[in-house]
C-alpha cells in the first residue's frame, strides 16, 4: 500500500512540474525577461541599442568574414560577435540575420585571391598572422570584419580595432569591448536619416577644403555636413548642430565672436581646433630652420571664460610620429631614414570617456598644450595628452631639422601627460555678459542670453589633427594616414566620436565606455609556480566528485528510510 501510495505521489510531482513547466513556456511567449550575472554586463545591451534594433523596418544582413580555423583569439571574437548580433536580433527579430564565412575556403588560390581583392575594395582590411606548425612558419591572412546591407546599401564593418603599442591580447579585448558600439553605429549609419547638419566655419583663415574632404566625407555617412560664413549674420549658425573651427589663422572680429557666443548660449555645440603659433613643415622645408610665432586670433578671453586656455607653446615628446630624413648620398640618390620628430606628438587617450576609450593614438603637428581655468558651474574633461616624456617650448619657439642629427636627451623631457584636448561641460556664461550696452543687451531682435542651457564644447590645441594629407598631384590620403610608415592613427575616430558626443542624442557614443575585463593567466608566475595549472584542473574534478558522492549517499538514505517505514 505504501509502496502505491510512493508511486501516485511520484505521478503527482512529475504531473506538477510538466505543468509548471508548460505554463512557463506559455507566459515566455507574452513576458520577456532576462538576468545578466556578469560583473560587466556582457550579455546585456544598452537602452539605446535596444531601441535602435526594436525601431528596424527591414532586415540588416551581415556577412562576417571571421570563421575557419583561427587562433584562440580571433574566436574569440568571433564568438564575442556571434553572441552581440543574437542579443540585437532578440529585439529585432527577423530583421538581423547574420552569417560567418571562411574567406580562405575558395576552391583554389585564384578563387580566394579574387574574394581577397573584393573585400578591399569593399573597404575590409586583412591582418596578417604568424602561424606556426611543427616548427615552420607560414602566413596566413584573415578579413577580421563584416559587410553590412541594408536595402541597397552595403558598408563595411571592421571587428578588429589596431592600437599602437598594445599587446594582441588587449587589442583583441578592445575590440570585443566596442562590439556593441560598432554593431549600433553601423546600423544607425544604415537605417537613420541625415537629419542634424554640421558645418566647418570659414572666413578666418581655416583649413582649406581639400584639406577637410576626409573628415567631411567622414561626417557625412552621419549628418548633413556644410561650410558657413558669419557675414555679419547674427543667425547664421544657428541651424547646425555643430560648428567645427578649423585651424583659423586671422583674427576673429568683435561681431564674430558675438554670434558664436550666442550661439552657444542657446546650445550649440562649437569643436575649436586651434594653433596659436605659426609653423609647418611646408617652411621647414625651404630652410631648415625657422621661428614659430604667435598668431593673434582674438580667441583668448572667450575660451578663458568657458574654461580653457590655448597655449602659446610648442609640444615636444619622445613618443612621436617619424618623418624622412636625407641622411646621405648614393651617387645622385639621395638616402633617406625615418626619425621620431618630437613636434609630430603621437597622443593617448587621457581617461576612459567614451570619446576616447580604445582610441588608437592621435597623431598631431606642431600641437599646443591647454590650461584648464576654474569655472562655475564647468566640468573639465582632458580628453588627449602627451606621453610621459614631454617637454614645452615657450614662443617665440626656434625649429629647426638639424635637432635630429643628435639623439634626443631624455632628461629634458621630464612633463608628463600635458594635456592637449579638453571637453567642457556645464552651464557657460557669455563672453559678453555686462560688456555690452543696454540697448542690445535688452534688444528682442538680438535675444541676447546670458547663461546658455546645459551644453558642452571640445577645445583641442592642434588644427592638424583634422587635417588630411594633399600630395602636390592633388591626392587626398585618408585622415590619420601617415604616408611614411603606411601606419593609420586615430585622427579620423577621435574626430567623429567628438561630433558624435556633441550632437547625437541617441546615446549610442556612450557605449564606447563599456569595458569587459581581460581575464588571463600570468605566463611568467606559470611557470615560476607550474602547480596552479593542476591546482585549476584538479580542484573543480574533486568538487564535483564529493558534490556527486554526497548527492549519492542522500539518496541512498532516502530510499533506504523508506523501505524500513514500509
Known amino acids: 500500500m505504501a509502496g502505491r501510495n510512493s508511486r501516485i505521489n511520484s505521478l503527482l510531482q512529475l ?81 538581423i540575420e547574420y552569417e560567418f564565412i571562411d574567406p580562405a575556403s575558395g576552391k583554389d588560390e585564384k578563387e580566394r585571391m579574387e574574394l581577397y581583392k573584393q573585400l578591399a575594395k569593399k573597404g575590409l582590411f586583412p591582418t596578417n598572422l604568424e602561424v606556426q606548425d611543427e616548427g615552420k612558419k607560414s602566413e596566413k591572412i584573415i578579413f577580421p570584419g563584416a559587410i553590412v546591407t541594408y536595402r541597397n546599401q552595403e558598408i563595411p564593418l571592421q571587428l578588429l580595432k589596431s592600437q599602437l603599442g598594445s599587446s594582441p591580447e588587449v587589442m583583441l579585448n578592445n575590440s570585443v569591448e566596442g562590439l556593441e558600439y560598432e554593431v549600433s553605429s553601423t546600423i544607425r549609419r544604415l537605417t537613420q536619416p541625415l537629419a542634424k547638419e554640421v558645418a566647418f566655419l570659414r572666413g578666418h583663415g581655416e583649413l582649406a577644403t581639400d584639406r577637410i574632404t576626409d573628415a567631411a566625407r567622414a561626417l557625412s555617412d552621419y549628418y548633413k555636413v556644410d561650410t558657413v560664413l558669419i557675414g555679419g549674420q547674427l543667425h547664421s549658425l544657428d541651424k547646425y548642430s555643430a560648428v567645427i573651427i578649423a585651424k583659423p ?99 593617448n587617450a587621457a581617461c576612459n570617456h567614451p570619446v576616447v576609450n580604445n582610441l588608437n593614438v592621435v597623431k598631431a603637428e606642431f600641437c599646443n598644450s591647454i590650461d584648464t581655468i576654474e569655472v562655475p558651474d564647468i566640468r573639465k574633461t582632458i580628453l588627449l595628452s602627451t606621453s610621459d616624456f614631454a617637454r614645452l617650448q615657450m614662443s617665440p619657439a626656434r625649429v629647426s631639422l638639424n635637432m635630429l642629427r643628435e639623439e634626443p636627451d631624455p632628461k629634458q623631457y621630464t612633463k608628463h601627460k600635458i594635456p592637449v584636448a579638453v571637453l567642457l561641460e556645464g552651464t557657460f556664461t557669455s563672453n559678453f555678459k555686462n560688456r555690452i550696452p543696454q540697448a542690445i543687451e535688452s534688444s528682442p531682435e538680438i535675444g541676447f542670453s546670458a547663461i546658455s542651457p546645459p551644453n558642452k564644447m571640445i577645445v583641442v590645441g592642434d588644427g592638424d589633427i583634422i587635417a588630411n594629407y594633399v600630395s602636390k598631384k592633388g591626392a587626398i590620403y585618408p ?70 558522492w554526497i548527492h549519492q549517499s542522500l539518496r541512498k538514505h532516502r530510499y533506504t528510510n523508506r523501505r524500513q517505514s514500509s
Not at 41 to 51: C, E, G, Q, T
Not at 282 to 295: F, G, I, V, Y
Open 15 to 95: 504531473s506538477a512540474g510538466l505543468i509548471l513547466l508548460i505554463s512557463l513556456n506559455i507566459l515566455s511567449g507574452f513576458f520577456f525577461s532576462r538576468i545578466d550575472l556578469t560583473a560587466e554586463h556582457r550579455y546585456s545591451l544598452a537602452p539605446s541599442s535596444k531601441k535602435l534594433a526594436g525601431e528596424l523596418k527591414d532586415i540588416v544582413y551581415f556577412k562576417i568574414y571571421l570563421n575557419g580555423d583561427l587562433p584562440p583569439g580571433f574566436k574569440r571574437l568571433r564568438n564575442a560577435t556571434r553572441e552581440v548580433l543574437d542579443e540585437f536580433r532578440i529585439y529585432a527579430g527577423d530583421n
Open 249 to 347: 589663422d586671422s583674427t576673429f572680429s568683435e561681431k564674430d565672436k558675438f554670434v558664436i557666443d550666442q550661439y552657444i548660449m542657446k546650445g550649440g555645440h562649437v569643436f575649436w581646433l586651434i594653433d596659436k603659433l605659426a609653423i609647418d613643415m611646408d617652411s621647414l622645408s625651404k630652410e631648415s630652420t625657422n621661428m614659430a610665432l604667435p598668431w593673434n586670433l582674438n580667441l583668448d578671453d572667450q575660451l578663458f571664460r568657458y574654461g580653457a586656455r590655448v597655449n602659446a607653446d610648442l609640444l615636444m615628446d619622445l613618443q612621436a610620429a617619424p618623418i624622412p630624413v636625407v641622411t646621405g648620398y648614393t651617387g645622385n640618390t639621395p638616402r633617406q631614414e625615418l626619425f621620431p620628430w618630437p613636434y609630430y606628438p603621437l597622443l
Open 479 to 548: 585622415l590619420g594616414y601617415d604616408r611614411f610608415t603606411q601606419q593609420s592613427y586615430g585622427n579620423r575616430n577621435f574626430i567623429l566620436n567628438c561630433i558624435d558626443y556633441l550632437c547625437d542624442d541617441s546615446g549610442v557614443i556612450e557605449l564606447r565606455g563599456k569595458e569587459i575585463k581581460l581575464r588571463l593567466l600570468d605566463a611568467a608566475k606559470l611557470k615560476e609556480t607550474p602547480w596552479i595549472r593542476w591546482f585549476n584542473v584538479s580542484v573543480p574534478l574533486l568538487l564535483l566528485m564529493i558534490a556527486g
